[in-house]
């Protein structure tokens, strides 16, 4: 694949944004970043991506409406996967969000690891392959 790996980072909290968009990048990954729903998907309808990590508990509109929206009008181009970046992570909660579009859930506060976890379960890169990027 010639194209970069594209990501969008959805978050209402510039240091959330920031660390989630500094793991990817280091991880190979082109990111965008956006700090709220209607931004989100204004961009999505403009570009494409391979993920969106995607806060659940934003003003105006939530994550769960915003993935709701990405999967019902075809935002991002086909196969985006949708992470579930938040802070809400009990059993019930998780399965609820899969159950509603996302792909996987990633727990907030994260970790290099915990990304490298997500990317390789939903079967994207999960680093820059002979880049010399570790």
Known sequence: MNQPLRALVVDDQPVNRLLASRMLDKLGWT???V???????DWLAANPAALIMLDISMPVMSGKEVCQRVRAEGLGGPGIRIVAYTAHGQPEERAEFLSIGFDAVL??????DSVVKVLTALALPASAAGTGVA
């Not at 700090?35 to 998907?41: E, I, M, Y």
């Not at 727990?107 to 290099?112: A, D, F």
């Open 107 to 112: 727990v907030k506060p994260i970790s290099r």
């Open 35 to 41: 700090d709220s729903g209607p931004a989100a998907l």
């Open 31 to 33: 990111v965008a970043q």
